[in-house]
């Protein structure tokens, strides 16, 4: 190349950056300011398994006000998201929090083999610290400045923020089903999904105290079921005592009224668990002595008990009892440090949770496939009204 040459192109590009034309050399003084945003506050909001057709149907319907505002103000999936590969809880929470294919953000499915472990055996949760790879937006948001918080979002303690997250909860026994006349075919489905199924043993009622002697007509009978521990470390085995009785004294036997008692209480009824008629569906809070063990000693939990069915002549009885379960939560503002303190390693708001609030209830469909217990009439899937409001 020549010096006229050289020079020519000199001036041809030195035309082009004044005029804009090479992308790169030159920041335009004349761009637009960034808008302000949309909103002040953004709720991120998912339904783990839910059908949106259903959901968007029965909003427009007036059945759910709140959910059609969260589709009015906002913006959504049409019918939903597409799902991540494999389709599952494990795998779609941490895509949604991250925007990252499983393979970047740590998650392949709900359970799976970590490389890297010997023993193929041993299966890793999602759930579990160290597993999430990628950044989720609530960190982020975090970072930014941003006040966050988490309700119910699986994986959430894994993002690490500082704003409290309530996630999943932890589970600490079986759950099942106490039911006469015994059914060999209920008995049989309950084994397969690993769920409780026992016989009531119903027997005349002795050594009770501090409790209604009902109508003398239906004389009360008692009987006994047991929760079983997954997690003997932190949790005992649990035996219940059944009182059953006709509470109206009219000379007409009609059983129509259940007191629990722990084991541990002989039998006295001013320290009852719960009280049930048919259809209740009752929290039985476990504090103190009566609370979870060894290294979570003293620490709440609770479980739910559903009286199902009770004949008046009590030719059938099921009661149905959910997991001894408790909130999994984290925060670490300066609200939450104000809250009391709890034991070793025992976050405060997850104290004040579980001391505090209902109780946490597993998402567990194993009791309805197993045939023990059955969605709620007269609500049907697919249609309005109702729901899941408990077990029948």
Not at 20 to 47: E, H, M, N, T
Not at 213 to 237: H, L, V
Not at 345 to 364: N, Q, V
Request: net charge neutral; proline share 8%.
């Amino acid at each position: 190349m020549n010096m006229r040459e050289f020079l020519f192109l000199a001036l041809l590009l030195g035309l082009l950056l004044e005029q804009g034309c090479v992308s790169g050399y030159r920041v335009p003084q004349d761009l637009p300011k960034p808008a302000k945003p949309a909103a002040a506050k953004v709720l991120f909001f998912v339904a783990d398994g839910m059908r949106p057709d259903l959901m968007e149907s029965c909003a427009r319907q007036g059945f759910l006000p709140t959910y059609l505002d969260l589709m009015d103000q906002g913006v959504r999936g049409v019918n939903g998201l597409i799902q991540a590969f494999p389709p599952n809880s494990g795998v779609g929470w941490y895509t949604l929090a991250t925007g990252a294919h499983p393979a970047q953000h740590g998650a392949t499915n709900n359970t799976f083999h970590r490389i890297g472990e010997d023993d193929f055996n041993s299966s890793t949760s999602y759930s579990m610290p160290g597993v999430l790879q990628a950044d989720p937006l609530a960190a982020a948001a975090e970072r930014a400045g941003k006040k966050v918080a988490q309700i119910h979002w699986l994986g959430g303690v894994n993002a690490k923020i500082a704003g409290p997250t309530v996630e999943f909860g932890n589970s600490f026994s079986n759950r099942g089903v106490l039911a006469a006349p015994l059914n060999p075919y209920e008995e049989t489905d309950a084994t397969a999904f690993g769920v409780s199924y026992q016989a009531a043993s119903l027997a005349p009622a002795n050594g009770w105290s501090n409790i209604p002697a009902g109508d003398p007509a239906a004389p009360p009978r008692q009987t006994t079921f047991t929760i079983s521990t997954k997690k003997p470390a932190e949790n005992p085995d649990r035996i219940y005592d059944v009182y059953i009785y006709d509470s109206r004294v009219d000379g007409i036997p009609a059983y129509d009224r259940v007191i629990l008692v722990a084991n541990a209480y002989a039998k006295n009824g001013s320290r009852k668990s719960a009280d049930l008629t048919p259809g209740d569906f009752k929290e039985v809070k476990l504090r103190g002595v009566d609370g979870l063990t060894g290294t979570r000693a003293g620490q709440t939990a609770s479980f739910y008990v559903k009286l199902i069915s009770l004949a008046p002549d009590l030719t059938s009885f099921r009661l149905y009892f959910t997991p001894v379960a408790r909130v999994l939560a984290t925060c670490a503002t300066d609200a939450c440090h104000a809250l009391p303190p709890g034991g070793t390693g025992e976050d405060r708001l997850e104290k004040y949770i579980a001391e505090h609030l209902p109780g946490y209830i597993l998402s567990d469909l194993a009791p309805l496939h197993a045939g023990i217990i059955a969605r709620d009439s007269p609500a049907r899937y697919g249609s309005c009204p109702g729901g899941l409001s408990g077990p029948r």
